[in-house]
C-alpha cells in the first residue's frame, strides 16, 4: 500500500512539474493568434506551455497578425512549416530545435539579421523577402534547400552557395552586391534573379544546365563585362539585361575660362566598335570613338549639364547612360577683388597709380586712356600719368583678359599760369606774390631752386645768375595755393 501510495505521488509530482514547465510570451498579438488557434498551449493568459507547443505540427500559418515579438516560436519544434510574413518583427529567437522545419516565410518584416539556420537540414524553402538583412548566415548545412528568396534586402555579401546545389530558384534582386555570386558548377539553377543591385563585374563563364532565365538589368554592368555572356548558347534567349542603371560617372566642375575640361565615363574603354554620343542640356553634342570628352579653352557657353549615352553593335537594344556632368564656367580673374590707389596730377607732379592684387594670381596690366593713345603696360605701378582717365586691363598668365569695372580717373590739381619773361623788356620781367608767408619754387623735376619770403616779387633769379627756360612751379605756404610759371626768354 505505501509502495502504490508513493507511486502515486511521483506521478502528480511529475505532472506538477510539467504543467510548471512554461514561459511568458511578450507579445499580445502572438497570445491572442495562440488564443485563436492553438489554445492547448497556453495557460493563464500568457504563459506558453512548452510541452504542448512540442506537440504542434503541420504549418504554423501566423502571417499578417501584427506580431512584434515572436519569443516562444522556438519552443514549437514539431513543426514543418512556419509562415510568419506581413508582422512587425525585428529579432527572431534561435530556432534550431525545429529540426523537420521544411518551409521558412518571413517576408515583409523588419529584421536586420537571421538566426543560424545551421540545423534546419530538411529546409527547401526559405523567404525573407523586403527585410533589413545584410547577410545571409552560414548555408552549408542547407544541402536540400530548393527556393531562396532574399529579395528587397542590403546585402552585400553572400556566404559560400557551394553545397545549395538543389536551388533552382534564387532570387537576390533588389540588394546591394557588386559581383555575380558563386554558382557551384553542379547547379540546378532554373531562374536566377540578380535585377537591381551594383553589379559590376560577371564571371568569365556561365554554367547552368537548367537555365531558363538570369536577370541582371538595373546594374552597373559595361559592354566589356556583358561581352562574356555571348560565350552562352543563345544567351539572349536566357539573359535579361536591359535596361542597366545610370552610371556614376559625373561630377561637378568648376572650371576657369580659358581652361581645358576633359569628361571621361571611365567606361568600356579598351572596347573597339563603341560609340560615345555626349548630349548637353539634353541636347545632342557629338558622336566620339573615345570615352573622352574634351573642351578646349573653355567660355561661359560651355556651362550646362552633359551625359554621355553609350552604344555597341554587339548589343544593339543596350544603351549604357551616364549621370550628369555639371560644369560652371567661372571668371579666369575677378578684377572686382583689385583695389587701386591713385594719386592726382598737381601743379608739380604727374599723376600714378597703384594697382592692388590681393587674390594670390600673378597678372599683368594694361592701362590705356581714354582720351588719346596713350598705353602703359605694367604689373600695377603706374607713373607719369597725365590724362585724366584711363582704362585698367588685367591679363592673366594663360591669357585670359578682363576689364576692371571702375574708370580709372586721376584728379588734376587747378592751377594759376603765368608767362614769364625776365630779358629786361619791362614786359613780364618779374611776378608779384601778394601772399604773406613764403614761396618755394620747384623745376618740373621737383627740384627746389628758390624761397622767398612774401609779399615779394620773382624775376627769374637764383644763386648764380638766371633760371633756365622751362616749367616751375610755386608752392605758397606749403600747398596753400600753387602758380605754375612757365619761364622762356
Aim: include cysteine; charged fraction near 20%; aromatic fraction near 12%.
Amino acid at each position: 500500500m505505501k509502495k502504490l501510495f508513493f507511486i502515486f505521488f511521483i506521478y502528480l509530482l511529475s505532472v506538477r512539474i510539467a504543467v510548471c514547465q512554461t514561459v511568458v510570451l511578450p507579445d499580445s498579438n502572438f497570445v491572442q493568434f495562440l488564443r485563436d488557434n492553438y489554445q492547448t498551449t497556453l495557460l493563464n493568459g500568457n504563459k506558453l506551455v512548452i510541452a504542448e507547443a512540442a506537440k504542434i505540427k503541420g504549418v504554423f500559418q501566423a502571417g499578417n497578425k501584427n506580431i512584434s515579438n515572436i519569443y516562444g516560436i522556438q519552443f514549437f519544434t514539431g513543426l514543418q512549416a512556419i509562415d510568419l510574413s506581413y508582422n512587425n518583427l525585428s529579432a527572431l529567437p534561435d530556432i534550431s530545435n525545429i529540426t523537420n522545419l521544411d518551409y521558412l516565410n518571413l517576408t515583409y518584416n523588419q529584421l536586420s539579421k537571421l538566426p543560424d539556420l545551421q540545423n534546419l537540414k530538411k529546409l527547401t524553402y526559405l523567404d525573407f523577402v523586403e527585410n533589413n538583412i545584410t547577410s545571409i548566415p552560414d548555408l552549408s548545412g542547407q544541402s536540400q534547400l530548393r527556393t531562396l528568396l532574399a529579395k528587397g534586402n542590403l546585402i552585400t555579401t553572400l556566404p559560400s552557395l557551394d553545397s545549395l546545389t538543389n536551388l533552382n530558384s534564387l532570387d537576390l534582386s533588389y540588394n546591394k552586391l557588386e559581383a555575380f555570386p558563386k554558382i557551384p558548377v553542379n547547379n540546378k539553377i532554373i531562374t536566377l534573379n540578380l535585377n537591381d543591385n551594383k553589379i559590376k563585374t560577371l564571371p568569365d563563364t556561365f554554367i547552368f544546365p537548367n537555365l531558363e532565365k538570369i536577370f541582371l538589368y538595373h546594374n552597373f554592368i559595361s559592354f566589356t563585362e556583358l561581352i562574356k555572356i555571348k560565350n552562352y548558347q543563345n544567351y539572349n534567349s536566357y539573359f535579361i539585361y536591359v535596361p542597366q542603371s545610370i552610371f556614376k560617372s559625373g561630377s561637378v566642375i568648376n572650371q576657369k575660362e580659358g581652361e581645358d575640361i576633359v569628361l571621361s565615363t571611365q567606361l568600356d574603354m579598351p572596347l573597339s566598335g563603341v560609340a560615345y554620343n555626349w548630349y548637353k542640356n539634353g541636347k545632342f553634342l557629338k558622336t566620339i570613338t573615345g570615352d573622352t570628352l574634351q573642351l578646349k579653352t573653355v567660355s561661359y557657353q560651355d556651362s550646362g549639364k552633359y551625359t554621355c549615352i553609350i552604344k555597341y553593335i554587339d548589343f544593339p537594344n543596350l544603351n549604357l547612360t551616364t549621370d550628369t556632368f555639371r560644369i560652371k564656367i567661372v571668371p579666369c580673374f575677378d578684377p572686382k577683388k583689385l583695389s587701386t590707389i591713385i594719386t592726382g596730377i598737381s601743379c608739380r607732379k604727374q599723376g600714378s597709380l597703384l594697382v592692388q592684387n590681393t587674390t594670390g594670381e600673378k597678372v599683368n596690366f594694361i592701362l590705356k586712356s581714354n582720351n588719346t593713345t596713350s598705353v602703359y603696360n605694367g604689373n600695377g605701378n603706374f607713373y607719369g600719368l597725365t590724362e585724366p582717365s584711363y582704362t585698367l586691363k588685367v591679363i592673366t598668365y594663360s591669357g585670359c583678359e578682363k576689364i576692371y569695372p571702375f574708370e580709372i580717373v586721376v584728379p588734376k590739381e587747378d592751377c594759376k599760369q603765368i608767362l614769364l619773361t625776365p630779358d629786361g623788356d619791362g614786359e613780364n620781367d618779374a611776378y608779384f606774390f601778394k601772399q604773406q608767408g613764403k614761396v618755394i619754387i620747384y623745376d618740373k623735376t621737383g627740384e627746389q631752386v628758390k624761397v622767398l619770403q612774401i609779399p615779394s616779387e620773382w624775376d627769374g633769379s637764383v644763386k648764380g645768375g638766371k633760371v633756365a627756360p622751362g616749367y616751375y612751379s610755386a608752392d605758397i605756404n606749403n600747398g596753400e595755393s600753387t602758380i605754375n610759371i612757365s619761364v622762356i626768354y
